[in-house]
């Protein structure tokens, strides 16, 4: 039996890089697990003896096993994201003080309240969940915080600055559009329908943040191209 997950289009909305998201990803899980029909012993048995578990009850069994790996998986990623929501409440305010542009400051400011409520809904799943809210270092988002950070430093303040920052936010968006629209894929298909609602909230608030950042990019390039007019 090989189990599919369909993660979805999340970015149809988005018309740049469209290409990147136009073919949804198929993921196939535990594809080699119902191969190891293993005796115990190491050797593979050619026919079952007559005392095996009917069929239907095999693959039943193995649908639990891919269902409570995909369980393990959700929560690790869940775990992932608590530390990256965490990071960027302390990340952001940085960006703000950096920035030169009000509509980006603004922005900022905006998506910092919102990512304070992000962190309160990854606390909130692992509460339905019944565990403890953990966090576990995102590698990842500690690298794209790391990149904000050099980037402030080496552009003059002013507009330059301002592009950096903006191109490194919309970089932390991305990862952070990527994590929840899997973690979405994975509640529906392990019957999670709140928490799937929950963290989609978060996903459109992801995506609304890049989408903003994107919109003060524009008007900011306008801008210095009436400058360079005149
Ligand atoms: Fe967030
Ligand atoms: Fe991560
Ligand atoms: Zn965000």
Redesign the pocket.
């Known amino acids: 039996m090989v189990s599919s997950i369909l993660l979805q289009d999340h970015h149809e909305k988005n018309n740049y890089n469209s290409y990147l998201y136009k073919k949804p990803i198929i993921i196939k899980l535990a594809t080699t697990m119902e191969k190891k029909t293993s005796n115990g012993n190491g050797s593979v048995k050619k026919s079952a003896p007559k005392t095996a578990k009917p069929k239907s009850s095999n693959a039943s069994e193995n649908g639990s096993m891919q269902e409570s790996q995909l369980m393990k998986l959700f929560q690790d990623e869940l775990k992932d994201i608590y530390w990256a ?1 965490k990071a ?1 409440t302390k990340a952001i305010p940085k960006m703000i003080k950096n920035a030169t542009s009000e509509d980006l400051a603004a922005a900022l400011e905006a ?1 910092l309240e ?2 304070q409520e ?1 962190v309160a809904r990854v606390e909130q799943v692992f509460e339905i969940l019944g565990k403890t809210a953990t966090a576990k270092k995102c590698e990842a988002m500690a690298g794209l915080i790391e990149e904000a950070q050099a980037i402030m430093e080496d552009c003059e303040e002013g507009s330059m600055r301002d592009a950096g920052i903006i191109s490194a936010g919309q970089k ?2 991305h990862y ?1 559009i990527a994590s929840y629209g899997t973690l979405c894929q994975f509640a529906e298909t392990l019957g999670l329908e709140e928490i799937k609602n929950i963290l989609g909230q978060t996903l459109d ?2 995506k609304a ?1 890049d989408e903003k950042l994107s919109e003060v990019a524009e008007s900011a390039i306008n801008v210095a191209a009436a400058h360079e007019q005149e």
């Open positions: 929501e960027l998506h919102e990512t992000h932390v968006e952070e608030e992801e943040a």
